[in-house]
């Protein structure tokens, strides 16, 4: 079952409360600390990554303020442009660091019920199935189960947004020449998790009363994926229909 989404604007408001954060272009200390969850459904506390923040100031903080003013007009279409005169790895960057923590949290409310009994492969339905391989210490794709599959994608975008070879941390240091590769393969394996979450787990969510969220969430990470060519339309399939609902309106 799909529903259309909304663009309501208190639910925006209420997504950037909770989920926006900043990519840290300069740091002098550790700025992570563990995410909680807004639900209340934080059953298994390594399922929350920690997010990254930025101090007032920095170049993560003034684009956070951008996309704060953006998503709170609730025009999730301008939300997710380029700032006129930004740079685009730099916009890249903190809207990586975002999704990141929006599908990290989103999933951790589900731990309970994604597990390897209930979800033993990681799937879309029943035309789709993801295997895992990181390329270096898991270069085969390996069967493997949803959450195992979940835990792995996390671990390994936590480690590429860790590596200030990929995500600079210093203030001028350019990006590699094929960061926005890394990028989407990053956005790829997230919507992945999407597909899981909408194929096995809608009905659960519609029972948590989060559809409205997950629904505005999902539509904000297509909207900026379709802008910025991240991800290829065959990976798409296996949320097609409402991929289509969200972009043929634009």
């Given at each position: 079952?799909?529903?259309?989404?909304?663009?309501?604007?208190?639910?925006?408001?209420?997504?950037?409360?909770?989920?926006?954060?900043?990519?840290?272009?300069?740091?002098?200390?550790?700025?992570?600390?563990?995410?909680?969850?807004?639900?209340?459904?934080?059953?298994?506390?390594?399922?929350?990554?920690?997010?990254?923040?930025?101090?007032?100031?920095?170049?993560?903080?003034?684009?956070?303020?951008?996309?704060?003013?953006?998503?709170?007009?609730?025009?999730?279409?301008?939300?997710?442009?380029?700032?006129?005169?930004?740079?685009?790895?730099?916009?890249?960057?903190?809207?990586?660091?975002d999704?990141?923590?929006?599908?990290?949290?989103?999933?951790?409310?589900?731990?309970?019920?994604?597990?390897?009994?209930?979800?033993?492969?990681?799937?879309?339905?029943?035309?789709?199935?993801?295997?895992?391989?990181?390329?270096v210490?898991?270069?085969?794709?390996?069967?493997?189960?949803?959450p195992?599959?979940?835990?792995?994608?996390?671990?390994?975008?936590?480690?590429?947004?860790?590596?200030?070879?990929i995500?600079?941390?210093?203030?001028?240091?350019?990006?590699?020449?094929?960061?926005?590769?890394?990028?989407?393969?990053?956005?790829?394996?997230?919507?992945?998790?999407?597909?899981?979450?909408?194929?096995?787990?809608?009905?659960?969510?519609?029972?948590?009363k989060?559809?409205?969220?997950?629904?505005?969430?999902?539509?904000?990470?297509?909207?900026?994926?379709?802008?910025?060519?991240?991800?290829?339309?065959?990976?798409?399939?296996?949320?097609?229909?409402?991929?289509?609902?969200?972009?043929?309106?634009?």
């Open positions: 079952m799909f529903i259309l989404l909304s663009s309501d604007k208190k639910e925006l408001l209420r997504q950037n409360f909770i989920f926006q954060v900043s990519y840290l272009k300069k740091r002098k200390s550790k700025p992570l600390s563990l995410t909680m969850s807004l639900f209340g459904l934080g059953r298994n506390q390594r399922t929350f990554r920690p997010k990254k923040s930025a101090p007032s100031g920095s170049k993560g903080a003034q684009l956070k303020k951008h996309i704060d003013a953006t998503l709170g007009s609730g025009n999730l279409r301008e939300a997710v442009r380029l700032p006129p005169g930004e740079d685009l790895n730099e916009w890249l960057a903190v809207n990586t660091v999704f990141f923590n929006q599908v990290n949290l989103l999933y951790g409310t589900l731990t309970e019920f994604c597990t390897p009994e209930n979800c033993p492969t990681m799937t879309a339905g029943p035309k789709y199935e993801y295997r895992w391989a990181d390329g210490q898991i270069k085969k794709p390996i069967e493997v189960s949803a195992k599959y979940v835990e792995y994608l996390m671990d390994w975008i936590e480690a590429q947004l860790d590596d200030e070879s995500f600079p941390q210093k203030l001028g240091a350019p990006f590699p020449h094929n960061f926005k590769e890394v990028v989407k393969t990053i956005f790829k394996r997230l919507f992945r998790v999407y597909a899981h979450i909408y194929h096995s787990h809608f009905q659960k969510i519609v029972s948590l989060e559809e409205a969220h997950l629904n505005t969430c999902f539509k904000h990470f297509i909207l900026f994926t379709c802008e910025f060519g991240l991800i290829d339309k065959k990976e798409l399939a296996p949320l097609q229909e409402l991929v289509d609902s969200i972009i043929v309106p634009y």
